[in-house]
């Protein structure tokens, strides 16, 4: 796709839970979707006229069975990535706090990982700078 056309932008967002141990969650996608196989960190698409924070708390709820207080997210870094149908932009929030058990409740594989150790796990294209980021970061 050329420079000149357009794709639709998406938009995608993301949280970095981090554990009281340090420890960032990712969760494996499952088999049947796009990037199947690859780790992530969980969030999901923000529709339309929906605040992001909004989106981001529903589908914690929705994958891990765990309740966030908007108060408790805050705004880490941002992702802008070219995808060949579409334009991703992901906004990245953290969040240390919430309440409940966290699990996969889609049947996704998760694990809590140091930021030093994510360079282990493979990640979609759009993920990859955030391993660098989050090193420093965290």
Known sequence: MGEDEKRPIVIVAACVLVNGDGAVLIARRPEGRPLAGLWEFPGGKVEKEEEPEAALIRELAEELGIEIAKA????????????????LLMPLYVCRRWRG?????????????????LESYAMPPADQPLKATLRHLL
């Open 72 to 87: 408790d997210l805050a705004p880490l870094t941002f992702v802008s990535h070219a995808y060949s149908d579409f334009h």
């Open 101 to 117: 058990e966290v699990s996969g409740v889609e049947g996704q594989e998760l694990a809590w990982v140091r930021a030093d150790g």
